[in-house]
């Protein structure tokens, strides 16, 4: 009997542990920090959002007779047709200057042979050696990383270069350098949210995207930052900056990318977008940006802020780049009920002279000259292939999260800053255009950006990070010998 009741004490004991447990998981979640975190963001983003968005969703039903973006489901989903049909590679060549390894290879949207593509992972063979090392030189300024994962990268670009021992070439982006948003979660390193409160925290969870760009031999090399929770540019270590002005900050959660990308430290990045989180950083960098059709990219393994809203893209150098990257990860990801497979036509062969183009001024837009409307009146009054108008216009940008429909953003040229610290001052302010297409018609906007792009070199300029003013206090630590 007594054993029994010291059986009976064990199992009670051993309940309380796991309850105790539980308790402190569900405190730790719950903390006063976070929630402080949660307040201040919601005060300051969410709820002004919610309220100066009401007017467009604000009629009967609330616009969902025709919910594209908020459909859970696979009615859509149709096998997806062959791959884009890349352009050839010709003309590559080694830089004289390490720095800019990632810029002469930003094109990374070439069909190469075998042997271009070893001549490509000779020349990257430097910049993964110094992942940790010379590659920390502007983040010293910029605030983009959060971790750098050197040893997967290197061993990621190991596995990557055997393979071309071999023989085996598995395309365009084979062996090409780039970095997530850390709110995707890639096994063994963190995944902060830029948040305070989870800046230690580790899921052993391989993110969809992550998975699909792996099998591609794509190597990572850093988790970039997010603000915290994903709002905004500030994070638990700073707030970002831009490059083409360090006196500015970057603006939206996809910060850490933007930035990053803007200042060739990577080809590419993978961002999100709930609202404005990566036009608005590529406007302020001036880089290009791909919001895809909601459900295009598979989001398991990410940090969900709004289920019907959250979207997977790019953020490149070049629009000819992002219609690449798309194609590496677009695909119906099992794990995700909102994601499906999505046919596009190749962005590489449409004939953009057989389409018909709107330009819209900053005050009107054809698909919401009525504010009210939305997901069926928007397809309705698309009596167009696309339209152009401005990348970071807030009504646009809540119109097009809420329909689902792609815009690609793009660099447009750099002014002067207003007010210089000095006559002879190098930063620049960036300016963007964004092409809006119907949903399901990300390859009609990525043929006309590409088209726009051929002819400006504006992708190709460099940063002036390093261009400091008089009264300048940030510190640029020497270049490593």
Known sequence: MAGCNQHTSSQDNEKKKKKNESLEKVSDISSIQRMLEIVKGAKEFNIPTIRASKKLV??????????????????????????????SLSGIYRPKNDDDITLTFRSSNRRANKDEANYISGAYQNFYAKIGKENTRYNHVLEVVVTYTEELANQQAKDADELLAQGVYL????????????????????????????????????????????????VLVAKLVTGSLAYDDIWFGGRTRNPWNIEEFTTGSSSGHAACT??????????????????????????????????S??????????????????????VADCAVVLDAIRG???????SRDIPLEDPFSIDITKLTVRYVD?????????????????????SVDAFIGDAVDWE???????VGMPVIVGPAGFTNIYDPPCSNCLRKTAMTTGIYAPPHQDHI??????????VPDHHKKRHPIDDLGPNDSISIPPKVA
């Not at 096994?187 to 052993?204: A, C, E, I, M, R």
């Not at 200042?263 to 001036?286: D, W």
């Open 58 to 87: 604000g009629y009967v039903n609330r616009g969902l007779q025709d919910p594209s973006a908020l459909i859970f489901g696979n009615e859509k989903s149709q096998p997806l047709n062959t791959k884009f049909n890349y352009p």
């Open 171 to 218: 395309g365009h982006l084979h062996m090409i350098p780039y970095g997530l948003k850390d709110i995707i979660s890639v096994p063994h390193y963190k995944t902060t949210w830029g948040s305070t409160t989870f800046k230690d925290q580790v899921l052993n969870t391989e993110a969809w995207v992550y998975k699909r760009l792996k099998s591609a031999r794509v």
């Open 262 to 295: 803007s200042a060739g430290k990577v080809p590419f990045v993978i961002g999100s977008k709930t609202v404005g989180s990566m036009t608005l950083p590529a406007t302020r960098c001036g880089v290009a940006a791909l919001r895809p059709t909601f459900g």
């Open 297 to 318: 990219v598979g989001r398991t393994g990410v940090m969900s802020l709004s289920e019907s809203l959250d979207k997977l893209g790019p953020v490149c150098r070049s």
């Open 332 to 338: 119906n990801d099992p794990d995700d009920l909102s």
């Open 362 to 382: 900053d005050t009107k837009m054809e698909a919401q000259r009525a504010r009210g409307r939305l997901i069926r009146e928007v397809r309705d009054n698309f």
């Open 396 to 402: 646009r940008v809540c119109m097009g999260n809420l």
């Open 445 to 454: 906007a990525l043929a006309l950006a590409m088209a726009y792009q051929s």
